[in-house]
């Protein structure tokens, strides 16, 4: 069978996920969802056109481990940057899926949260935790790649955007984990001087 590239592609949520998206969607007709979202923000939203459709999470932990440097020369740490930046983009992707088994048009609100917990030194896990919403209407404002836009916007920033005549499409970010050199102090007078 061949994939369409217009088709987003579907990951397997993990089953917990897939029994709560599931008592949400069959109790959409009793109007039950979860959010994050103040007043303010919820009523915003409504005025927008848009419907809370869940708070929606996704999340990864990642082994992060150790990587050599000099002591003496500032560098990046290319291993370390592209596991950081692994774990987020499959954090963020894990939401939008559980936004898209929603029926979501997208996702507002995004929060990034990177945890380090005392059962693993050496992990990291990363989530992103946001609230799906969908068009009252019935048109689709989803991302050019079929799947929910994403948007750290906030309710009210979401309805200025909005009203402004513009619309969010994605999340762009970018890391870096940088090692900065050992200097003596003398040393750094010197590069201050």
């Excluded at 005025?47 to 000099?70: K, R």
Aim: proline content about 3%; overall charge neutral; glycine content about 10%.
């Amino acid at each position: 069978m061949t994939q369409n590239p217009n088709q987003p592609q579907r990951q397997t949520l993990p089953q917990h996920a897939m029994e709560r998206i599931g008592a949400m969607r069959s109790a959409q007709g009793q109007r039950f969802f979860t959010s994050d979202l103040t007043v303010k923000e919820f009523l915003l939203v409504r005025e927008s056109g848009f419907e809370a459709a869940g708070l929606v999470m996704g999340s990864s932990i990642y082994h992060v481990g150790y990587s050599s440097s000099s002591y003496n020369q500032n560098q990046e740490l290319t291993i370390l940057t592209q596991a950081m930046y692994s774990a987020r983009e499959l954090a963020i992707e894990r939401m939008e899926e559980e936004a898209n088994a929603l029926g979501a048009d997208g996702v507002i609100g995004v929060r990034l949260k990177v945890n380090r917990h005392a059962w693993g030194e050496s992990l990291v896990e990363f989530v992103a935790i946001g609230t799906a919403i969908y068009a009252r209407d019935g048109s689709s404002w989803r991302a050019p790649s079929g799947m929910p836009f994403t948007s750290d916007l906030s309710g009210q920033d979401f309805w200025m955007l909005l009203k402004s005549g513009y619309r969010p499409v994605s999340l762009v970010m970018g890391n870096c984990v940088y090692h900065i050199a050992h200097q003596t102090l003398g040393g750094w007078f010197k590069r201050i001087g």
